[in-house]
C-alpha cells in the first residue's frame, strides 16, 4: 500500500504546485523510484479519464473515507495499470465492490466518445512539435555496449530499424516498432513518442540510458577527451555524469558534486548501473568547493547544469499543460544561484572550457545569467559559435547571445533546453607579444629560449574543437 500512498502524495504535491513530478518523486522517500515515478506520470496521464470514470461511478461519495488523489491512483491501477497484483492493502476490497461498476463507466466512456482502445481516450495535442510528440530518445552507453548491438537487439525484438535520421519530418513520423539513428549524436537512438521502455532488459543492465537528446548536448559539446579531469558541478540525478564518463572512455577523473543526498544516493546506483568507474561522488556544495584546491589543479573541463525553474522539462508540459511562468521572485532567487554558480566555475585557474545548461526556457535563467558572468570576468571567456545548424538559437539580448542554442518541442522535438559553451581567452604573454611586434629587437641567444617556448606553449594549449 506504501506505493499507492507515496503515489496520491506526489499527486497531490503537483497540484498544489509544491514541485515537478520527477522533484517530488525523489524527495519522497520511496524506495523503488523508477516504480513510484512511472506510476504517476501514468496516473496523471490518465488524469481527466479517471476523473470521468470516478464522478459516474459516485466513488467518493459512496467512500468518504477514500482521498481523491488516492482514488485516482487505485482506480487508475484496477483498470488501466497491471491490477493490484497482491497490493492495495485495506482498499483492494472496497475498490472491488465498485469494480463492476468502474468497468461499466470506463465502457460508457469509451462508447461516448466513439473510441475502442483506452489509449484513444487520452486527450493529448496533435499540433507537430507538441510535447506529447517528442520521440523517446535512447542513449547507447558505450561504456558497456555499441550502437550495433543494441540495435540489433531491438531487430530481434521485432522492431524495424530506419537508419539514420535526416530531418526532423523524419522522427515526427516515427509510428509503432519503427526507429531510427539520430542525426547529430551518433549513439542516440529515436523511438515513437510514448514508447515505454523502463522494463526494458537492456535499460536495467545499464546498456541504455532514457535521455532526452537536448540534455544530451551538454557533455557532447563539452566534450572532454579521455584522461581529462571534469567537474560536475550539479550532478543529480548523473544522466549527464554518465555520459561524460563515456566520452571518457572512464579514463581521467569526474568530480560530481550535489547538496541532496536522497539524489546522489540515487545517482551512485545510476552510474554503478552504467559501469561508471572515474567518478568520486561527494554531498557538498559546489560554492563551497576551493578552486585552488590541489584535487582540482587539473580540471580543465566544467558541466555546469544548476537547479532552474524546470520550465521547459517535458514532463512537466505533460503533466501540468498551461501551467504558467515561474513567478518573478523564484526567478531571482533561482538566477541569482547560478549567477553565482557559473562565476564561481569560471575562477578555476586551470578551466579551459564549460558548458552551461538548463532545461528553463526563461530569459533569466539563461541569456541574462552567462552575459552577468562574462562581463564580471571581462575578457578572459568568450562564448564559443557551436552546432551553426541548430535551428533554435539564443535571444539577441546581447551581443554574442546567438552562439548560445536553446532547444523546445516545436523547433527541435527535444525538451526545452538552454546551452552556453564558454571557453577561456588564451592571453599573450607580454614578453610575446614584444616579440610579435619587434622581432627584430630579440636577442641574439634567442633561437633556443624560442625553441623551448613554443615547447611550452604546444604543452599547454588546449583543443577546444567544438
Not at 489509449?119 to 535512447?138: K, W
Not at 546522489?264 to 568547493?289: I, K, N, P, Q, Y
Not at 562581463?375 to 552546432?387: D, E, H, I, T, Y
Amino acid at each position: 500500500m506504501a506505493l499507492y500512498a507515496a503515489a496520491a502524495a506526489v499527486l497531490a504535491g503537483v497540484e498544489s504546485r509544491q514541485g515537478s513530478i520527477k522533484g517530488l518523486v525523489y524527495s519522497s522517500g520511496f524506495q523503488n523510484v523508477k516504480q513510484l515515478y512511472a506510476l504517476v506520470c501514468e496516473t496523471q496521464r490518465y488524469s481527466a479519464v479517471l476523473d470521468a470514470v470516478i464522478a459516474s461511478a459516485g466513488l467518493l461519495r459512496a467512500e468518504k473515507k477514500l482521498r481523491p488523489h488516492l482514488a485516482k491512483v487505485l482506480v487508475y491501477e484496477l483498470l488501466l495499470g497491471k491490477g493490484f497484483q497482491g497490493r492495495g492493502g485495506r482498499w483492494k476490497p472496497v475498490l472491488g465492490r465498485h469494480q463492476a461498476r468502474l468497468k461499466a463507466e470506463l465502457a460508457r466512456l469509451k462508447v461516448h466518445r466513439g473510441v475502442s482502445r483506452n489509449e484513444d481516450l487520452l486527450e493529448v495535442e496533435s499540433r507537430p512539435g507538441s510535447a506529447s510528440q517528442v520521440p523517446r530518445f535512447v542513449r547507447v552507453n558505450t561504456l558497456k555496449t555499441c550502437c550495433d548491438d543494441v540495435v540489433d537487439y531491438f531487430k530481434r525484438q521485432g522492431f524495424s530499424y530506419q537508419g539514420r535520421a535526416s530531418s526532423l519530418d523524419d522522427l515526427r513520423a516515427l509510428k509503432g516498432k519503427h526507429f531510427l539513428s539520430d542525426p547529430l549524436l551518433p549513439e542516440l537512438l529515436a523511438f515513437p513518442a510514448q514508447t515505454d521502455l523502463h522494463e526494458h532488459p537492456l535499460y536495467q543492465a545499464g546498456h541504455f540510458i532514457l535521455q532526452d537528446k537536448a540534455s544530451c548536448l551538454p557533455a557532447m559539446l563539452l566534450a572532454p577527451p579521455p584522461g581529462s579531469h571534469v567537474i560536475d558541478a550539479c550532478a543529480a540525478p548523473g544522466n549527464k555524469t554518465s555520459h561524460l564518463a563515456a566520452l571518457l572512455k572512464n579514463q581521467g577523473k569526474i568530480f560530481a558534486f550535489d547538496l541532496d543526498a536522497k539524489r546522489l544516493a540515487s545517482m551512485a546506483t545510476l552510474l554503478a548501473r552504467a559501469g561508471v568507474s572515474c567518478c568520486e561522488l561527494a554531498e557538498e556544495d559546489f560554492l563551497a568547493v576551493s578552486p585552488s584546491d590541489l584535487r582540482y589543479r587539473q580540471v580543465h573541463y566544467i558541466l555546469l547544469d544548476p537547479s532552474c525553474s524546470g520550465s521547459g522539462m517535458l514532463t512537466r508540459q505533460l503533466e501540468e499543460p498551461g501551467a504558467g511562468t515561474p513567478s518573478k521572485e523564484r526567478l531571482r532567487a533561482l538566477a541569482g544561484f547560478q549567477q553565482r554558480a557559473l562565476c564561481h566555475a569560471l575562477t578555476f585557474p586551470s578551466l579551459q572550457r564549460l558548458v552551461y545548461s538548463t532545461c528553463s526556457l526563461c530569459q533569466e535563467e539563461n541569456e541574462d545569467v552567462v552575459r552577468d558572468a562574462l562581463q564580471q570576468s571581462p575578457g578572459a571567456f568568450r562564448l564559443v559559435p557551436v552546432l551553426p545548424s541548430w535551428p533554435h538559437r539564443g535571444l539577441s539580448t546581447f551581443p554574442g547571445a546567438e552562439h548560445c542554442l536553446r532547444a523546445a518541442p516545436e523547433t527541435t522535438l527535444t525538451g526545452g533546453f538552454f546551452i552556453a559553451v564558454i571557453e577561456r581567452v588564451e592571453v599573450p604573454s607580454p614578453v610575446s607579444q614584444a616579440e610579435a611586434l619587434a622581432p627584430e629587437l630579440t636577442p641574439s641567444p634567442a633561437p633556443k629560449r624560442k625553441k623551448r617556448r613554443r615547447k611550452a606553449a604546444a604543452g599547454a594549449s588546449t583543443s577546444l574543437g567544438t
